[in-house]
């Protein structure tokens, strides 16, 4: 039983297109997070949600939506996809807005835009 | 603002050696937690070991360990007895309030 699940795993689509990515949680967690890992692997957050909250929103192109329906779920919407946007997303939970026992992972969406 | 660096974009090590893997950080938050995760080629993101910043006692997790220096902002991770399957991204982490900030990320090669 996955801890936290994203689907799906691959998602090729072209340029202009609009897709979205979902995850979800069965731990319990009240905080989620969305990380986008370049092609140089640099790992870099882009939204925090806590109890269905927006916490962070990291300077992400406003073509990126976060949603929340539950503190289970956190989907993450993308408009007008572009090249740039290529990259493996990662969802990931805590619980509380501390990290201290660190993030549960999900197994990540590689993103290719063409 | 918070940043973290790992110096070394690859390393190698012997089967059965051991490696240090290099890592500092700055924050500005008193409270914080390192972390490393190790990402295989399966991508997913596994955590290695944690420690509290305001603990003085190095974190230690089977062959993983941390030389953590709080004074110079370092936290070092070595894998002593190294297997095959340690081979892997390895990525120092530093977290407070809702949020990492990560490394670049180092490459571990094991040689057979």
């Known amino acids: 039983d996955t801890a936290v699940s994203q689907t799906p795993k691959y998602l090729v689509t072209q340029m202009g297109n609009d897709k979205s990515i979902k995850c979800e949680q069965n731990l319990g967690h009240d905080t989620m997070y969305w990380y986008k890992q370049d092609s140089k692997k640099f790992l870099k957050i882009m939204f925090s949600y806590n109890n269905k909250e927006l916490i962070i929103n990291e300077t992400v192109p406003n073509r990126f939506s976060p949603k929340s329906p539950d503190k289970a779920h956190l989907n993450l919407h993308i408009n007008s996809l572009e090249l740039g946007d290529s990259a493996v997303y990662f969802c990931?939970?805590?619980?509380?807005?501390?990290?201290?026992?660190?993030?549960?992972f999900g197994s990540g969406t590689r993103l290719t835009v063409v | 603002a918070q940043t973290v660096t790992q110096s070394q974009p690859e390393m190698s090590v012997q089967e059965a050696e051991t490696v240090t893997l290099s890592c500092t950080y700055d924050?500005?938050?008193?409270?914080?937690?390192l972390f490393w995760y190790k990402q295989p080629p399966s991508r997913q993101m596994i955590l290695v070991i944690r420690?509290?910043?305001?603990?003085?006692q190095n974190a230690t997790e089977n062959r993983f360990s941390v030389n953590f220096q709080k004074a110079a902002k370092s936290f070092s991770l070595k894998i002593s007895d190294s297997q095959l399957g340690d081979a892997a991204m390895y990525f120092c982490?530093?977290?407070?309030?809702?949020?990492?900030?990560f490394g670049t990320g180092t490459r571990l090669k094991v040689l057979a």
């Open positions: 982490a530093s977290g407070g309030t809702y949020k990492y900030i």
């Open positions: 990931a939970s805590s619980q509380g807005n501390r990290v201290n026992y660190g993030y549960t």
């Open positions: 420690q509290e910043a305001y603990k003085q």
């Open positions: 924050t500005s938050e008193s409270d914080y937690y």
